[in-house]
């Protein structure tokens, strides 16, 4: 009672010392215990994805040239695999990737693979979510069910149309719904679509179709991520056999339950392993301030404790009340941090969610919560009790000598006799000399707090502007726009040409392949120059110069045993050549770099690359972009489109239809080079497949965004910034809306609360978006589906109405009140 | 032969009777400093004994160990070489917490810095010294009160703090603090060393107070109103006992007579 009550006196003299303690204290435990819950959920959520949709947990994928009929026999016929089932798939080759309009007008890029309805039934039980209501569906033209990633990431709802330019063709599909997916659920592997066969069969003239082999295991045969490895290593080597090469030219894909939880679940990983390094910083911050402040406690008070000792106090009893102050601070801290964490579940929930592209919930662990608590207490006491033993050190007497054992009371430093300068100065000096240890460790806090502060500003600023950060992470070139041309555009020629072009600073073009090292597969990237880019370095060593040479990174070096100077043998397409390691590159993936020519001892025929194009500093990237579409945007597809035309010279006539004729030879019967030379008269007009052709133009912000899309707009709705955050849908078949919108008369303003948007352009849009002036939010809407979307940029909670639904808050009633009087429902 | 036994058995009774009232005894106390990496004698094989009721004051020039002395009597520091006798029991072998546990029952402490906890009230301050030995109790802070209005503490300033008294005040609730276990012996350290001469009277007169009422008290002070307080003079130079005076408790005897007297007693120790 008596430590409780010295306890309370000390709590008493530094109110808001204890305050800003406890504060800490609690930032440390929510960081550390949101990070662990966190880190468990990751795999919970996938793991009851794959429960909840009964979807198989393994699956192959072959590319159907590649495909023979003994794979699936191999697989069958393994006694261990169990539902065993095959279907159809349609894929986009290796570098290609679709991209798409969202909402806000940003174009973001990613991979896209479609089945039936009928083949996903195959694979799962394909549970719906978010849907059109009733029938609605059904009526769609081109409906699309797309997995929960595109909802949660990407800020699309039922009804929506969403365009796909599929290499330079474009798709365009009315959203039924979005369905819950255990494999291909994000971009890291592709959304897997849901369409109808029709859309199935027109997509099909686009993309590769491939055979899916998917099936389960009988139980306790995989338990692991490694163990689903080594049964895909050893399915794959009986395919070898039958196919009579190496599964890296088959061009096969293995997806498991464990790989899918160790992709997704990987970023996740990182964030948390990130959210426990700052926690990690908070809680060493709390410890030396907690043993700054004993220390500092002791000194001032050295008196008192003399006293307390004189009156009989043994300093067990004295620190014990110095350890009883920071353990109720630890405790209150801890208590506090707990609550966080509780309260900062639902938006933990909603990113784990985005990353991870599944709106099911997931196991909640809380058991790690008590340890957390218990271990932060632990060290809070353990630092406290080990800095408070000092006082062992400081009888009554010495005590009321300021802690001097003897009578000598050391060297006067800086002595204001031989002051020659300001007086001040001099006195802060012999302060500071005086304090020599604590102001040591408040130097180390005051640089501990910054770390970690800058640490949370830098990560905020990563996510908050969709990965942005991210451009500069080494190992990727960030230029401001990728061009990636149809096959038989030559890339060295198109570098050239894109480089020669005035608003470029510089062009360059890079490679990539599939390699193996020792069994391992690794990206293999070559850039046209190493000297021409800029976010591609080594650690050690150097960038290859030579055809022997490789750089590849440092983990993968050291995983595998190698070391710079060390000769390597890689495999790719069959041919195995040695290659020297010449240095450690940085990279995002596992990933190694060649040059050209020595890519192509293993590749002879190399992939269509990309050009990375960087442009001068006053150019305008969407400027430039147009520019590009409108020199080399002629698909094949867009040119077999074209409508004959009687305007134009003959010889301007005969060209066109002759690219016509060939856009047909190369994307209906795969020819790669057609020439053409047509006489009339004397005349004679020539060409070929030398025109360029652009297929994609994407940049690195598309491509990061369809990934941090989710995360960006939680980071968004932060104050200070805008957000999408409230949204109601509404069905309005049968409305006066409709019925206007039918006769082409629509036009109607919005107000809903602060809000006032003039929706509508009437004259038979069907769908269209209006924001108020404001910038307050606005509404988007699409009377063919018979949608009405609005949304707010007020920080509101998430909600969506329903028929028959429940409105969460008075926001919503007032939203729907809104609605009504508009609708005339 | 019977005058010679009646002699030996009044010297052995006296004996056993000094015995028997001494309380603190020290013998060949020796205390020493490392000043510079040089050794500081302070204390030299002094011995003495402290009596049962006797108001001890200890006096002598600046740096002749009369605190030290003082701290070595009352366990809160150790000698270099010698014994500290507490009712026989040596004391200087004792750890810091046997030490603080000797303390906390035998001695109390007045400092001339007075020393008051400066977050804690004037009631706390007191209860802060009795919580040490005794559970707290009705009756112990109806003692402390008490206490504190017989040393002229009204009750309006029990909830003040420290720094809302008067240096007189102050040191006076050090006292009651000193007191409140019931010590066997009150040690004080200049108690009157920063206080003005109206509020040292006030303070001296609750040491002659308690004195009267049977406490044992072992005071240092360079002050000669100080010292008339006492009964027995100590008179220390370089270490050791040089002289001794004693006196009547105080105003049994005409006070003027008593001064010179002791006086006269320093004059002879070169004061």
Same mark, same amino acid.
């Given at each position: 009672?008596?430590?409780?009550?010295?306890?309370?006196?000390?709590?008493?003299?530094?109110?808001?010392?204890?305050?800003?303690?406890?504060?800490?204290?609690?930032?440390?435990?929510?960081?550390?215990?949101?990070?662990?819950?966190?880190?468990?959920?990751?795999?919970?959520?996938?793991?009851?994805?794959?429960?909840?949709?009964?979807?198989?947990?393994?699956?192959?994928?072959?590319?159907?040239?590649?495909?023979?009929?003994?794979?699936?026999?191999?697989?069958?016929?393994?006694?261990?695999?169990?539902?065993?089932?095959?279907?159809?798939?349609?894929?986009?080759?290796?570098?290609?990737?679709?991209?798409?309009?969202?909402?806000?007008?940003?174009?973001?890029?990613?991979?896209?693979?479609?089945?039936?309805?009928?083949?996903?039934?195959?694979?799962?039980?394909?549970?719906?979510?978010?849907?059109?209501?009733?029938?609605?569906?059904?009526?769609?033209?081109?409906?699309?069910?797309?997995?929960?990633?595109?909802?949660?990431?990407?800020?699309?709802?039922?009804?929506?149309?969403?365009?796909?330019?599929?290499?330079?063709?474009?798709?365009?599909?009315?959203?039924?719904?979005?369905?819950?997916?255990?494999?291909?659920?994000?971009?890291?592997?592709?959304?897997?679509?849901?369409?109808?066969?029709?859309?199935?069969?027109?997509?099909?003239?686009?993309?590769?179709?491939?055979?899916?082999?998917?099936?389960?295991?009988?139980?306790?045969?995989?338990?692991?991520?490694?163990?689903?490895?080594?049964?895909?290593?050893?399915?794959?080597?009986?395919?070898?056999?039958?196919?009579?090469?190496?599964?890296?030219?088959?061009?096969?894909?293995?997806?498991?339950?464990?790989?899918?939880?160790?992709?997704?679940?990987?970023?996740?990983?990182?964030?948390?392993?990130?959210?426990?390094?700052?926690?990690?910083?908070?809680?060493?911050?709390?410890?030396?301030?907690?043993?700054?402040?004993?220390?500092?406690?002791?000194?001032?008070?050295?008196?008192?404790?003399?006293?307390?000792?004189?009156?009989?106090?043994?300093?067990?009893?004295?620190?014990?009340?110095?350890?009883?102050?920071?353990?109720?601070?630890?405790?209150?801290?801890?208590?506090?941090?707990?609550?966080?964490?509780?309260?900062?579940?639902?938006?933990?929930?909603?990113?784990?969610?985005?990353?991870?592209?599944?709106?099911?919930?997931?196991?909640?662990?809380?058991?790690?919560?008590?340890?957390?608590?218990?271990?932060?207490?632990?060290?809070?006491?353990?630092?406290?009790?080990?800095?408070?033993?000092?006082?062992?050190?400081?009888?009554?007497?010495?005590?009321?000598?300021?802690?001097?054992?003897?009578?000598?009371?050391?060297?006067?430093?800086?002595?204001?006799?031989?002051?020659?300068?300001?007086?001040?100065?001099?006195?802060?000096?012999?302060?500071?000399?005086?304090?020599?240890?604590?102001?040591?460790?408040?130097?180390?806090?005051?640089?501990?707090?910054?770390?970690?502060?800058?640490?949370?500003?830098?990560?905020? /600023?990563?996510?908050?502007?969709? @990965?942005? !950060?991210? #451009? %500069?992470?080494?190992?990727?070139?960030?230029?401001? &726009?990728? +061009?990636?041309?149809?096959?038989?555009?030559?890339?060295?020629?198109?570098?050239?040409?894109?480089?020669?072009?005035?608003?470029?600073?510089?062009?360059?073009?890079?490679?990539?392949?599939?390699?193996?090292?020792?069994?391992?597969?690794?990206?293999?990237?070559?850039?046209?120059?190493?000297?021409?880019?800029?976010?591609?370095?080594?650690?050690?060593?150097?960038?290859?110069?030579?055809?022997?040479?490789?750089?590849?990174?440092?983990?993968?070096?050291?995983?595998?045993?190698?070391?710079?100077? /060390?000769?390597?043998?890689?495999? @790719?397409? !069959?041919? #195995? %050549?040695?290659?020297?390691?010449?240095?450690?590159? &940085?990279? +995002?993936?596992?990933?190694?770099?060649?040059?050209?020519?020595?890519?192509?001892?293993?590749?002879?025929?190399?992939?269509?690359?990309?050009?990375?194009?960087?442009?001068?500093?006053?150019?305008?990237?969407?400027?430039?972009?147009?520019?590009?579409?409108?020199?080399?945007?002629?698909?094949?597809?867009?040119?077999?489109?074209?409508?004959?035309?009687?305007?134009?010279?003959?010889?301007?006539?005969?060209?066109?239809?002759?690219?016509?004729?060939?856009?047909?030879?190369?994307?209906?019967?795969?020819?790669?080079?057609?020439?053409?030379?047509?006489?009339?008269?004397?005349?004679?007009?020539?060409?070929?497949?030398?025109?360029?052709?652009?297929?994609?133009?994407?940049?690195?912000?598309?491509?990061?965004?369809?990934?941090?899309?989710?995360?960006?707009?939680?980071?968004?709705?932060?104050?200070?910034?805008?957000?999408?955050?409230?949204?109601?849908?509404?069905?309005?078949?049968?409305?006066?809306?409709?019925?206007?919108?039918?006769?082409?008369?629509?036009?109607?303003?919005?107000?809903?609360?602060?809000?006032?948007?003039?929706?509508?352009?009437?004259?038979?849009?069907?769908?269209?978006?209006?924001?108020?002036?404001?910038?307050?939010?606005?509404?988007?809407?699409?009377?063919?589906?018979?949608?009405?979307?609005?949304?707010?940029?007020?920080?509101?909670?998430?909600?969506?109405?329903?028929?028959?639904?429940?409105?969460?808050?008075?926001?919503?009633?007032?939203?729907?009140?809104?609605?009504?009087?508009?609708?005339?429902? | 032969?019977?005058?010679?036994?009646?002699?030996?058995?009044?010297?052995?009774?006296?004996?056993?009777?000094?015995?028997?009232?001494?309380?603190?005894?020290?013998?060949?106390?020796?205390?020493?400093?490392?000043?510079?990496?040089?050794?500081?004698?302070?204390?030299?094989?002094?011995?003495?004994?402290?009596?049962?009721?006797?108001?001890?004051?200890?006096?002598?020039?600046?740096?002749?160990?009369?605190?030290?002395?003082?701290?070595?009597?009352?366990?809160?520091?150790?000698?270099?070489?010698?014994?500290?006798?507490?009712?026989?029991?040596?004391?200087?072998?004792?750890?810091?917490?046997?030490?603080?546990?000797?303390?906390?029952?035998?001695?109390?402490?007045?400092?001339?810095?007075?020393?008051?906890?400066?977050?804690?009230?004037?009631?706390?301050?007191?209860?802060?010294?009795?919580?040490?030995?005794?559970?707290?109790?009705?009756?112990?802070?109806?003692?402390?009160?008490?206490?504190?209005?017989?040393?002229?503490?009204?009750?309006?300033?029990?909830?003040?703090?420290?720094?809302?008294?008067?240096?007189?005040?102050?040191?006076?609730?050090?006292?009651?603090?000193?007191?409140?276990?019931?010590?066997?012996?009150?040690?004080?350290?200049?108690?009157?060393?920063?206080?003005?001469?109206?509020?040292?009277?006030?303070?001296?007169?609750?040491?002659?107070?308690?004195?009267?009422?049977?406490?044992?008290?072992?005071?240092?002070?360079?002050?000669?109103?100080?010292?008339?307080?006492?009964?027995?003079?100590?008179?220390?130079?370089?270490?050791?006992?040089?002289?001794?005076?004693?006196?009547?408790?105080?105003?049994?005897?005409?006070?003027?007579?008593?001064?010179?007297?002791?006086?006269?007693?320093?004059?002879?120790?070169?004061?």
């Amino acid at each position: 009672m008596k430590i409780l009550r010295l306890a309370l006196f000390n709590f008493k003299r530094r109110k808001r010392e204890a305050l800003f303690l406890m504060l800490l204290t609690c930032i440390s435990m929510a960081l550390l215990c949101i990070a662990l819950v966190g880190h468990d959920r990751a795999y919970s959520l996938i793991e009851q994805a794959f429960e909840k949709t009964g979807s198989k947990e393994y699956a192959f994928v072959f590319k159907q040239s590649q495909y023979k009929t003994e794979f699936g026999e191999v697989i069958s016929q393994d006694p261990r695999v169990t539902n065993a089932c095959r279907f159809e798939m349609l894929r986009l080759d290796d570098n290609a990737g679709t991209s798409c309009k969202l909402k806000d007008g940003s174009i973001v890029n990613f991979f896209v693979s479609f089945v039936t309805e009928e083949d996903e039934k195959k694979l799962s039980r394909f549970l719906k979510g978010d849907a059109l209501p009733g029938d609605e569906a059904k009526k769609l033209p081109h409906p699309i069910w797309m997995p929960q990633y595109v909802k949660l990431n990407m800020g699309f709802c039922p009804g929506d149309e969403i365009c796909l330019t599929l290499k330079n063709k474009e798709f365009v599909f009315q959203i039924a719904g979005f369905y819950e997916t255990g494999f291909f659920s994000s971009s890291l592997n592709s959304y897997k679509c849901v369409i109808s066969r029709e859309d199935y069969e027109e997509v099909a003239g686009v993309l590769d179709r491939n055979v899916c082999l998917a099936f389960d295991l009988k139980e306790g045969t995989v338990q692991s991520y490694n163990e689903a490895e080594a049964f895909r290593n050893e399915l794959t080597d009986k395919m070898n056999e039958l196919a009579g090469k190496r599964t890296i030219d088959i061009g096969f894909l293995f997806e498991s339950k464990y790989n899918e939880m160790e992709m997704s679940a990987d970023i996740v990983r990182v964030v948390m392993l990130i959210v426990c390094f700052v926690s990690g910083i908070v809680t060493v911050t709390v410890l030396f301030m907690i043993r700054h402040k004993i220390a500092n406690d002791v000194n001032d008070q050295m008196e008192q404790i003399g006293v307390l000792e004189a009156l009989g106090y043994r300093f067990r009893e004295i620190s014990g009340a110095y350890v009883l102050e920071y353990l109720i601070l630890g405790v209150a801290g801890c208590v506090f941090g707990a609550v966080v964490t509780f309260a900062a579940n639902p938006l933990m929930t909603y990113a784990l969610q985005a990353f991870e592209g599944h709106e099911t919930i997931g196991n909640v662990n809380w058991r790690n919560m008590p340890l957390v608590f218990t271990l932060l207490l632990a060290l809070i006491v353990f630092t406290a009790l080990w800095k408070a033993r000092t006082i062992k050190k400081y009888p009554p007497v010495i005590a009321f000598r300021k802690g001097i054992e003897t009578h000598h009371f050391g060297k006067n430093r800086l002595p204001l006799d031989r002051a020659k300068g300001n007086v001040n100065v001099r006195l802060g000096r012999k302060e500071l000399l005086g304090n020599q240890r604590q102001n040591a460790g408040l130097f180390l806090c005051i640089v501990l707090m910054g770390l970690s502060i800058a640490f949370c500003i830098i990560m905020a /600023d990563v996510f908050r502007g969709g @990965g942005m !950060g991210l #451009e %500069k992470t080494a190992g990727w070139e960030n230029c401001d &726009l990728y +061009l990636i041309f149809e096959d038989t555009v030559n890339l060295k020629d198109a570098t050239a040409e894109i480089a020669e072009l005035p608003e470029v600073r510089k062009a360059t073009y890079m490679v990539t392949n599939g390699v193996m090292i020792k069994g391992e597969e690794l990206q293999a990237h070559v850039y046209a120059d190493y000297d021409r880019t800029e976010n591609i370095f080594v650690t050690r060593g150097w960038l290859p110069k030579k055809d022997n040479e490789v750089a590849i990174k440092e983990s993968v070096a050291q995983r595998l045993g190698y070391e710079i100077g /060390d000769s390597i043998m890689i495999e @790719g397409q !069959g041919i #195995e %050549k040695k290659y020297v390691i010449c240095g450690y590159a &940085l990279a +995002l993936f596992d990933g190694a770099y060649f040059t050209e020519e020595g890519m192509s001892r293993i590749y002879p025929a190399l992939n269509q690359g990309i050009v990375n194009v960087y442009l001068k500093d006053d150019v305008n990237v969407e400027d430039f972009r147009e520019l590009i579409k409108e020199k080399y945007g002629s698909s094949d597809e867009e040119l077999m489109a074209e409508e004959e035309s009687a305007e134009g010279s003959l010889e301007e006539r005969i060209r066109k239809k002759a690219e016509q004729q060939m856009a047909l030879l190369i994307s209906q019967y795969g020819a790669k080079e057609v020439d053409y030379a047509i006489k009339i008269g004397d005349q004679m007009i020539s060409g070929g497949t030398g025109k360029m052709r652009i297929r994609e133009i994407t940049s690195f912000h598309e491509l990061v965004g369809a990934q941090l899309g989710g995360l960006s707009r939680l980071m968004k709705s932060f104050p200070g910034d805008t957000c999408e955050s409230g949204k109601l849908t509404a069905a309005i078949k049968n409305t006066r809306i409709y019925k206007e919108w039918q006769e082409k008369t629509l036009t109607f303003p919005l107000k809903i609360g602060r809000l006032n948007v003039e929706c509508g352009a009437g004259n038979g849009r069907d769908h269209g978006a209006a924001e108020d002036q404001e910038g307050k939010g606005g509404c988007t809407w699409n009377l063919e589906t018979t949608m009405v979307h609005l949304y707010l940029s007020v920080p509101v909670r998430r909600f969506a109405l329903k028929p028959g639904g429940r409105i969460p808050f008075a926001f919503g009633r007032q939203c729907c009140r809104s609605l009504r009087e508009m609708t005339g429902r | 032969m019977y005058n010679a036994i009646k002699l030996i058995i009044i010297v052995i009774g006296e004996r056993v009777l000094d015995m028997a009232s001494c309380i603190l005894r020290t013998e060949k106390l020796c205390k020493s400093f490392s000043n510079g990496g040089r050794q500081q004698h302070v204390i030299k094989n002094l011995d003495l004994e402290i009596r049962k009721g006797d108001f001890t004051v200890i006096m002598g020039a600046s740096g002749s160990g009369k605190s030290t002395l003082l701290y070595a009597l009352s366990g809160m520091d150790k000698p270099s070489m010698g014994k500290v006798l507490f009712d026989g029991t040596e004391i200087q072998e004792y750890s810091n917490d046997e030490l603080a546990i000797f303390r906390r029952g035998n001695c109390g402490f007045v400092f001339q810095s007075i020393y008051l906890l400066e977050n804690q009230t004037i009631l706390d301050n007191v209860l802060t010294g009795a919580l040490v030995v005794q559970k707290n109790s009705p009756e112990l802070v109806r003692k402390a009160k008490e206490l504190l209005n017989r040393v002229g503490i009204m009750e309006d300033a029990w909830n003040k703090y420290p720094n809302q008294l008067s240096g007189g005040e102050a040191q006076r609730v050090g006292i009651v603090r000193a007191l409140i276990n019931d010590p066997v012996i009150l040690f004080a350290d200049e108690p009157t060393g920063q206080l003005n001469s109206s509020a040292s009277k006030d303070v001296l007169d609750i040491f002659t107070d308690v004195h009267q009422k049977g406490q044992s008290i072992v005071m240092v002070t360079h002050d000669l109103k100080t010292a008339l307080r006492g009964t027995r003079v100590i008179f220390l130079r370089d270490g050791g006992i040089v002289g001794e005076y004693q006196m009547e408790p105080y105003g049994s005897e005409d006070l003027k007579e008593r001064r010179d007297g002791l006086q006269k007693f320093l004059d002879e120790m070169g004061w």
